[in-house]
């Protein structure tokens, strides 16, 4: 993972087992302190840290804040579909460039990119699909599917 996106060109990260159970206490409250995390996994406050910087250095994790949209007025949420005559990954990095998509993915199946964004209101999600999305060269049609409600948000799905 780099820079928020994933490639299928990068192998995996080998990770030994003191790593992958660092993630998993991050995962479940990134505010842990190094100190706890190291009474968890049984190293060092300071080896837990070298770690820690390693992993987010190399890409494999980032440690931030999820924020609830509704919450702080970004009212309007949606996935858009979108189909394409073009290059799917040039359409991908002039999505990922604009400000209000925080997701950008290519994909197999009815769409070639899916792209999240949040937007303070309608107006807004109108306003961008009209003359940021719709104008990108080789977009042909996009389908919109409007959040009501985002039921499950979670990031602790573990190392395997």
């Known amino acids: 993972m780099t820079n928020g996106t994933r490639s299928a060109a990068h192998r995996p990260v080998q990770l030994d087992d003191v790593s992958k159970a660092i993630i998993e206490q ?5 505010r842990r302190s190094y100190a706890d995390v190291a009474k968890a996994v049984g190293l ?7 770690r820690v910087q390693r992993l987010t250095e190399a890409g494999v994790m980032q440690i931030v804040a999820v924020t609830d ?12 579909g979108i189909r394409t005559s073009g290059d799917t990954r040039v359409l991908a990095e002039r999505l990922a460039e604009i400000p209000e998509i ?9 769409f070639d990119v899916m792209a999240e964004i949040v937007c303070e209101n ?21 389908e919109t ?15 395997r």
């Open 44 to 50: 060092s406050e300071a080896a837990v840290r070298q």
């Open 69 to 80: 949209p509704m919450q702080l007025g970004f009212t309007t949420q949606a996935m858009i």
């Open 145 to 159: 599917f409007v959040y009501l409600k985002l039921q499950k948000q979670f990031y602790n799905w573990g190392t």
């Open 26 to 30: 991050l995962q479940a409250d990134g």
């Open 102 to 110: 925080d997701y950008v993915v290519l994909t197999a199946g009815s």
């Open 122 to 142: 309608d107006e807004e999600l109108l306003e961008l699909l009209n003359t940021r999305i719709r104008v990108i060269e080789g977009v042909q049609s996009t």
